[in-house]
């Protein structure tokens, strides 16, 4: 009987799968592809946030995540009025792409962190706080989850289902 190798430490790339929506939840990439970009300030009707306005706040709040787990100075942004755009939409259609890249690119960071074996997952993730790199990692994955999925929900009322999921 064969084997199966088991990863270096199963969790985490446990966390890492759980970051990337590889497990129950959709993947962000599969969530925003082929998003007409268009329709990203479109109000629906009994809905608090456009696709833009989900975009931009995952965008900035995994950003905040991350900047506060490596920045002991860090400021977040004020609640609520930072963390959401003022505008339903983008103002241009660049605006979409740069924002989809930049929360790919903290993602990345995160996953990068989580992965590192010199990194504690249950030591504090920077001296001063008490949250550890398990913590970050699990608000982030809790927090991406969630409003992904609220994304996806938006999609289909907008008539753009996701595609191959």
């Known amino acids: 009987m064969a084997t199966i190798p088991r990863p270096e430490d199963p969790n985490r790339e446990w966390l890492v799968l759980h970051l990337t929506g590889m497990t129950a939840h959709i993947p962000f990439e599969r969530a925003v592809k082929d998003f007409p970009v268009e329709l990203a300030g479109k109000r629906i009707p009994g809905l608090d946030h456009t696709a833009w306005g989900l975009l931009w706040h995952l965008a ?37 792409e740069r924002t989809a890249m930049k929360f790919n690119r903290d993602l990345e960071a995160v996953v990068r962190m989580v992965r590192d074996p ?9 001296p001063g706080i008490d949250e550890t790199l398990l913590q970050m990692a699990g608000l982030v994955i809790d927090h991406n989850s969630y409003h992904i999925g609220q994304f996806v929900d938006l999609r289909m009322l907008l008539g753009v289902p996701v595609k191959d999921w």
């Open 118 to 126: 010199g990194r504690d997952l249950y030591a504090p993730v920077r």
């Open 60 to 96: 900035v709040c995994q950003e905040d995540i991350l900047l506060y787990a490596l920045n002991e100075g860090h400021v977040s942004p004020p609640y609520p009025s930072g963390l959401w755009p003022e505008e339903d939409g983008p103002a241009e259609a660049a605006d979409w």
